[in-house]
């Protein structure tokens, strides 16, 4: 919830995503997302806000590159 509260993903997560990114980095927006799902907050409007392709994230986020 504080992570939430901060706009961790929104912050920090999103606007520092790159497709050379981390494996952590990569999961960390995973956690952040699943805990989005499970507080029932919309979870997919910053990909929008950031400009990040959202595209890009999953393919990465599926294949772990």
């Known amino acids: 919830m504080l992570l939430e509260?901060?706009?961790y993903l929104e912050?920090?997560?999103w606007p520092n995503y790159s497709t050379d990114a981390t494996d952590a980095h990569v999961l960390s927006?995973?956690?952040m997302v699943n805990e989005k799902f499970r507080e029932r907050v919309p979870a997919w409007e910053v990909?929008?806000?950031v400009g990040?392709?959202?595209q890009a994230w999953v393919v990465c986020a599926n294949m772990g590159d």
Request: aromatic share 14%; glycine share 0%; hydrophobic share 40%.
């Open 47 to 49: 990909s929008d806000s």
């Open 52 to 54: 990040t392709s959202l």
């Open 11 to 13: 912050n920090y997560l």
């Open 29 to 31: 927006i995973v956690v």
């Open 5 to 7: 509260f901060s706009q």
